[in-house]
C-alpha cells in the first residue's frame, strides 16, 4: 500500500490556504448565491406561488429551501469542474514534471487533486448548509439529532462522489489541452446544459418532454434529488408541485453519480497515461 | 555491482521520423562526473529522458544503477536525482516546502525529510532563504534549489541537464563547487552542457555528442593528448592556399580552416616543426602577420572531431583562459 497521494492533497491544499484571494472567493461565492439570488427569488417565487392551494396533508417548502439544496449542487459543480485547472498550469510550466519523474504512480496524482477538491466541496457545502439555516432555510427541520446527522453524512457523501466525478472529467480536459483559452471555453461550453437542464434551481414538471428526460441523466439532478431527499425528506410540496422521493429515487441518484465518477475516473486514468514530457 | 552506475548499449531513439539519438554506447563508473558535451539538438536531453524513464526506451538497452530502464523503471526512479534543463520549480511554494513536497512524493519518513532538509539548505547556502517563495529567488537560488530537490532523496546518481546555462562565470563556479562536493559524497553524476569549461574543468570523462551519436570518449586530458602536444594557429596574407601548402607538409597532421586563420595540428615536436612550416608558406609569397603556438583545448577537440564549432559567434569565449604563447612578427 502505498500513500504518496497524500503529498499531491497536501501541496493542493497548502495552495489552496496560501492563495487568500481564492480562497475567500470560493468561501464567498456560495454565501453571495444563497442572499443574493436566493433571498431575491425566493420571495418572488413565494409570492407567485400563494395562490396555489397547499396540498392536504402535505408539508410544504419554500423555494429557499428548494432552491439551497440546488445551490449547493451547483457551486460545487462549477468550483470541481474548474478544479482541475491547476493541473493545466502545472502542465504548462513544467511543474508536473517533477511528479510525473517521481515513483508516484499516476493514479495517485489523479486521487490527491480528487480529495483535495473534495475538502474544498466540503468547506463550500458546510458553509451554505450553515448560511442557509441562519437566513430562515428549512433544512432539516424536525429532525432530531442523530436523523440530523445521518442526513448531512448523506449530503456530504454525495457531494464527495459527484465532485469527483467533475474534477476528473476536468482533469482529464485539463492534461490534454494545452492553453488556459480554450479549457475555459471547453468548461463554460459544457456547464451551460448542465446548469440549465437541471432541476437544481427550478422544478422541472414544465419542461418540454426531451428535456425533462434528459435532466434525469444529468448529474447535476441526481445530486440536487439526493440534497432535497436528505434535507427536506421524502414526501413535500414546492410552489405547487408534489414531492414524493422514494427509496429507489435515492439508490438511483447514488448510484448514478457513482456510475459518472467511475466513467470520469477511467477517462482521467486513461489521458494520464498518454502525457508524455 | 561491475563499477559501472550506468550502461548504455546501442541506445536509439526517434521523434516520428526524427532521429534525435542514432546508436550510442557508454558506461558511467561510480563516483565520477561525466558530461555529454554538445550543440543544441544533438540529443543530450533525450538521453536524460531515457535513462531517467521519461520516455520509453525504443531500441537497445540501458541500465541505471543496476536496473533495467525498461522493466523496472520504478527502481530506476528511486535510484535517482534530476535537475532538468528547463525550471521547475513550484513558484507558489517557500524554499523548504519545494524540498518537503520532494521528499513526500518520494515518502520518505518525516524525521529524514527534515534532517536531510537542513543539510542541502546548508551545502547549497540557501539556509537563509528557507522561508522565501520560489517566485522571489534569483535564478541562480532557484537552479540551486532544483539541485538541493535533486539530491533529497541521497540518490545513487545525480543527472543534471544543462545546469549552469545562462549564469555568468562566477554563479557557475560556485554551482561547479557543490557538485564536486557531491561527488566527494560518493555521488555518481551524469550532466549534459554546452560549455566547454564545464566539460574540461568538472568532468572526469566527457562525451562529445553531435547528431545523436557519440563522436569521442575520454578525458579531457586524453582528449587533448590526442591532438598532440601543440596546436598552431597562423594568420597569412591567403590563408587557402597556405592550408595547401602546409597539407602537403609531413609534419603536419591535419589543417583546418577558420574564419580568421589556419589551425594546424603537428605530428612532432613544435620548435622543430615551426621554423619549416613558415619557410615552406614564405617560398610561395604568402605573408604570415601572426602565429599563435597554444596547447590544444577542448574547444580545439570539439573542432576537430565534429568539424564544426560549438556555436556560431563564440570566437570570444574561445580564446579566453587558455594558455597561449603569442610569437609575433
Ligand atoms: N518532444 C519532441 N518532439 C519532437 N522532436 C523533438 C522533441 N524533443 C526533441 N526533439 C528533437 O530531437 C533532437 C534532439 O533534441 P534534444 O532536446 O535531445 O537535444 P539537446 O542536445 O538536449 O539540445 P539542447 O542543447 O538544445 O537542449 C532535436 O532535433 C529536436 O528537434
Ligand atoms: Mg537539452
Redo the contacts between chains.
Keep these: 500500500m502505498s500513500f504518496e497521494f497524500r503529498a499531491i492533497y497536501w501541496r493542493e491544499m497548502l495552495k489552496f490556504f496560501r492563495f487568500k484571494s481564492v480562497l475567500f472567493s470560493s468561501l464567498i461565492q456560495p454565501v453571495m448565491w444563497l442572499a443574493f439570488f436566493g433571498l431575491a427569488m425566493s420571495d418572488s417565487f413565494d409570492q407567485l406561488t400563494s395562490l396555489i392551494p397547499d396540498i392536504p396533508g402535505v408539508p410544504k417548502v419554500d423555494y429557499l429551501s428548494y432552491m439551497g439544496a440546488g445551490i449547493i449542487a451547483m457551486d460545487v459543480l462549477f468550483s470541481s469542474l474548474f478544479g482541475g485547472t491547476t493541473l493545466m498550469f502545472d502542465k504548462k510550466f513544467s511543474l508536473l514534471r517533477e511528479t510525473l519523474a517521481s515513483p508516484v504512480p499516476r493514479s495517485h496524482i489523479i486521487l490527491g487533486i480528487g480529495l483535495s477538491g473534495v475538502t474544498k466541496a466540503f468547506i463550500q457545502t458546510f458553509i451554505i448548509i450553515g448560511f442557509g439555516k441562519l437566513i430562515g432555510m428549512d433544512f432539516f427541520k424536525g429532525y432530531t439529532l442523530t436523523e440530523t446527522f445521518i442526513a448531512f453524512s448523506g449530503i456530504m457523501l454525495l457531494v464527495a462522489i459527484f465532485s469527483l466525478g467533475f474534477l476528473f472529467l476536468s482533469g482529464s480536459i485539463a492534461i490534454t489541452i494545452e492553453n488556459p483559452e480554450g479549457m475555459q471555453s471547453i468548461l463554460t461550453l459544457l456547464s451551460m446544459p448542465l446548469f440549465f437542464v437541471s432541476n437544481a434551481l427550478y422544478p422541472i414538471d414544465a419542461f418540454p418532454a426531451v428535456l425533462k428526460f434528459l435532466s434525469m441523466f444529468n448529474p447535476l439532478t441526481l445530486l440536487a434529488d439526493g440534497i432535497r431527499y436528505f434535507s427536506l425528506g421524502s414526501n413535500f410540496s414546492v410552489m405547487g408541485n408534489h414531492y414524493i422521493y422514494t427509496t429507489a429515487d435515492i439508490s438511483v441518484s447514488f448510484l448514478g453519480l457513482i456510475f459518472f465518477a467511475l466513467a470520469m475516473l477511467s477517462a482521467a486514468i486513461w489521458r494520464f497515461n498518454k502525457v508524455n514530457i | 555491482m561491475t563499477g559501472n552506475v550506468i550502461e548504455v548499449n546501442n541506445l536509439e531513439y526517434a521523434y516520428g521520423s526524427v532521429k534525435a539519438v542514432d546508436d550510442i554506447s557508454f558506461t558511467v563508473k561510480q563516483g565520477e562526473i561525466f558530461s555529454f558535451l554538445g550543440p543544441n539538438g544533438a540529443g543530450k536531453s533525450t538521453v536524460i529522458?531515457v535513462l531517467?524513464?521519461?520516455?520509453k526506451i525504443q531500441k537497445g538497452e540501458a541500465r541505471v544503477n543496476g536496473y533495467d530502464v525498461a522493466k523496472e523503471s520504478?527502481s530506476v526512479?528511486?535510484s535517482i536525482g534530476?535537475v532538468?534543463q528547463?525550471?521547475?520549480?513550484?513558484h507558489?511554494?517557500t524554499v523548504s516546502?519545494n524540498l518537503e513536497?520532494?521528499g513526500?512524493?518520494?515518502?520518505m519518513p518525516k524525521k529524514e525529510r527534515k534532517e536531510r532538509i537542513e543539510e542541502l539548505l546548508k551545502l547549497t547556502e540557501l539556509e537563509g532563504k528557507r522561508d522565501t517563495l520560489g517566485k522571489e529567488l534569483s535564478g541562480g537560488m532557484k537552479r540551486r534549489l532544483e539541485l538541493a530537490?535533486g539530491l533529497m532523496t541521497k540518490p545513487a546518481v545525480l543527472f543534471l541537464d544543462e545546469p549552469t546555462v545562462g549564469f555568468d562565470i562566477q554563479t557557475r563556479m560556485r554551482m561547479w563547487e557543490y557538485l564536486r562536493e557531491i561527488k566527494r559524497e560518493g555521488t555518481t553524476i551524469f550532466l549534459t552542457t554546452h560549455y566547454m569549461e564545464e566539460a574540461d574543468q568538472l568532468s572526469d570523462r566527457i562525451s562529445i555528442i553531435d547528431h545523436g551519436k557519440i563522436i569521442v570518449t575520454g578525458s579531457a586530458e586524453e582528449l587533448k593528448n590526442k591532438l598532440g602536444k601543440d596546436l598552431i594557429y597562423l594568420e597569412t596574407s591567403n590563408n587557402k592556399i597556405a592550408a595547401e601548402i602546409l597539407r602537403s607538409l609531413n609534419s603536419v597532421k591535419t589543417v583546418t580552416e577558420d574564419t580568421k586563420s589556419l589551425r594546424v595540428m603537428i605530428g612532432e615536436n613544435v620548435t622543430h616543426a615551426l621554423p619549416q612550416i613558415m619557410e615552406k608558406i614564405r617560398e610561395e609569397g604568402i605573408d604570415i602577420t601572426t602565429v599563435n603556438i597554444k596547447k590544444p583545448s577542448m574547444d580545439d577537440v570539439f573542432v576537430h572531431y565534429t568539424g564544426h564549432g560549438l556555436r556560431e559567434g563564440d570566437t570570444k569565449e574561445k580564446y579566453d583562459g587558455m594558455e597561449t604563447e603569442g610569437v609575433s612578427e
Design positions: 529522458n531517467t524513464t521519461l520516455r520504478k526512479r528511486r534530476i532538468f528547463m525550471l521547475c520549480l513550484d507558489e511554494m516546502e513536497y520532494h513526500k512524493i518520494y515518502s530537490r
